[in-house]
């Protein structure tokens, strides 16, 4: 069965958009059309701000996507409506749509699962979220170790086993998301960062592990030659060395030498404060910085 589009949407945006001065569509007008919109007009509608011009009027929206199809009928229309409802705001209701259709085994139920990660994810319910990326490798976790959208990636989704790891940390439950983590390719630059978040993630008394973890995190970055990288682990060791009780020399050294062979002024600055202030480094709230707010005195250009 295919998505059933209708002309009323076209219509109704260009009635919207084809007007010399747009004009915020009228409540009379939005109570007679809204009865009469189809997925795609409701979608649209969401987005228009000269339609969804309050909160009442987008959860009128919401409804009307909900109250379409009570039952759904093929994967296609069940994604399409769930979209729509996301595009809406409104992720706890794309849950409820996804749950009125059961998918078939195979392709079926890996596009379901993966549109009912991405509602849970985007409404933080972060159990539902983690329990649909356990079922779609039904609990082989390696698998989850790739990209979830590789032909079509979307923005700060990243790696499967990351974003495991992360649900089951927003959850409280660290020691598995430590666990998750480390089950992934730890090599490069991407496995020291894995290194890194999986360090933050363990308990205080796991020193000496968390420790052992950033020095391989260290040797990755090292060895990528991704300095950038390294000084904010060394950072995060020192940290973790100040919060053991710790007077955290080792890295404190470590820093300040690879901030001699950066000539990274202001990561030395940081690391001496006692010492003269580097003439070459100023406040953003000096004359001429990016903060600085103070009346000019040369005119602008023209």
């Excluded at 052992?212 to 973790?240: F, H, N």
Aim: glycine letters at 6%; hydrophobic letters at 45%; one cysteine or more.
């Amino acid at each position: 069965m295919g998505i059933p589009l209708f002309p009323f949407a076209l219509t109704l945006l260009a009635a919207v958009t084809a007007a010399p001065d747009p004009q915020v569509m009228r409540e009379e007008r939005f109570q007679n059309v809204l009865s009469e919109m189809d997925l795609a007009a409701a979608e649209q509608a969401c987005l228009n701000p000269r339609i969804a011009t309050s909160d009442r009027r987008r959860q009128a929206l919401r409804n009307r996507l909900l109250a379409l199809y009570p039952v759904i009928d093929s994967l296609e229309l069940v994604l399409a409506n769930t979209e729509a409802l996301m595009s809406c705001g409104a992720p706890e209701a794309a849950a409820l749509v996804l749950n009125r259709y059961i998918p078939r085994a195979g392709y079926e139920r890996r596009q379901w699962l993966l549109m009912r990660w991405r509602a849970a994810a985007v409404a933080l319910d972060h159990r539902h979220a983690a329990l649909a990326l356990r079922r779609l490798v039904d609990g082989n976790l390696d698998a989850l170790d790739a990209p979830l959208f590789p032909n079509k990636p979307l923005p700060d989704q990243g790696n499967g086993l990351d974003q495991l790891a992360f649900h089951e940390a927003a959850l409280g439950r660290n020691a598995v998301a430590v666990e998750v983590q480390l089950l992934g390719d730890l090599t490069g630059v991407h496995g020291a960062k894995r290194l890194a978040r999986a360090v933050q993630w363990l308990d205080a008394d796991q020193f000496e592990q968390a420790d052992q973890l950033l020095e391989i995190a260290l040797d990755q970055v090292a060895a990528a030659k991704a300095w950038g990288l390294a000084m904010e682990l060394l950072r995060q060791q020192l940290q973790l060395h100040l919060a053991a009780g710790g007077d955290g020399e080792r890295p404190r050294q470590r820093m300040q030498l690879l901030a001699t062979v950066l000539n990274d002024r202001y990561a030395l600055q940081q690391l001496q404060p006692e010492a003269e202030p580097d003439p070459l480094l100023r406040s953003p709230r000096d004359p001429g910085g990016h903060a600085d707010v103070r009346p000019s005195a040369v005119s602008p250009s023209p």
